[in-house]
């Protein structure tokens, strides 16, 4: 069984810049989360999906991210325009059912310069 | 304000012997709990968890205790194994483990030697 994949795995942008990262969950798990870590603190929830549906959205930081799960398949988080502070390691998740045994990517490390 | 602590940034112990990693929580809502283990360049993976209606989890080398009344879990890796050197995460969430997001604590570095 494939992980969960996350594209890109390192990304490397400039202040205003716009990037766009990628998770496809495990084939069949209805639950995707995005969680962020900013370097030596706690990684932190920004978002969950049940199929295409936002469930939770309560973590996102500001209106300059932007999540989808068109059709309920892989999900896509933009950050526009980027910020220095939005440097970090992106991750994210997914389960098939609500439980938190959550199998996590192995994330996208991005840095806004 | 953190709601999930992990006061010790860094372990070292020695192969065979007992690693306790630490961790306490702020929010009397929290009711289940999880660890998890990441090596570098890689995701968080999941461990063990525990319910807080149990005091006690056991996976094979792995243990969490929890103390309710202290807001204190801890996680016994015995014996400790060079291959267990990780970072590992304390994570808690108050749905009984079945919605919502999980806080997760920064981290202890778990450095076991040969």
């Known amino acids: 069984e494939a992980g969960v994949t996350q594209f890109p795995s390192h990304s490397v942008i400039e202040k205003g810049q716009t990037v766009t990262l990628r998770c496809d969950p495990i084939?069949?798990?209805?639950?995707l989360y995005w969680y962020r870590r900013v370097m030596g603190k706690e990684i932190k929830f920004l978002l969950h999906?049940?199929?295409?549906?936002?469930?939770?959205e309560s973590g996102m930081p500001n209106n300059r991210f932007l999540a989808e799960r068109t059709g309920g398949t892989y999900s896509t988080l933009k950050v526009q325009p980027a910020e220095l502070e939005d440097s970090g390691v992106y991750f994210c998740?997914?389960?098939?059912?609500?439980?938190?045994?959550?199998?996590f990517g192995s994330g996208t490390r991005l840095t806004v310069v | 304000d953190q709601q999930v602590k992990q006061n010790s940034p860094s372990l070292s112990v020695q192969e065979g012997r007992i690693s306790i990693l630490n961790c306490d929580y702020t929010?009397?809502?929290?009711?289940?709990f999880l660890w998890y283990k990441k090596y570098p360049a890689e995701g968080p993976t999941f461990l063990i968890s525990?319910?807080?209606?149990?005091d006690k989890n056991e996976d094979g080398r792995f243990t969490v205790f929890l103390n309710k009344s202290a807001k204190h879990l801890s996680l016994h890796i015995v014996p400790s194994q060079p291959g267990d050197s990780a970072v590992y995460f304390c994570?808690?969430?108050?749905?009984?483990?079945?919605?919502?997001?999980?806080?997760f604590g920064k981290g202890t570095k778990l450095s076991v030697k040969p």
């Open positions: 929010n009397s809502m929290f009711d289940y």
């Open positions: 998740a997914s389960s098939q059912d609500h439980t938190y045994g959550y199998t």
């Open positions: 525990i319910s807080s209606i149990k």
């Open positions: 999906f049940v199929k295409e549906s936002k469930q939770d």
């Open positions: 994570a808690a969430t108050g749905y009984g483990g079945s919605q919502g997001n999980l806080i």
């Open positions: 084939s069949g798990h209805d639950n």
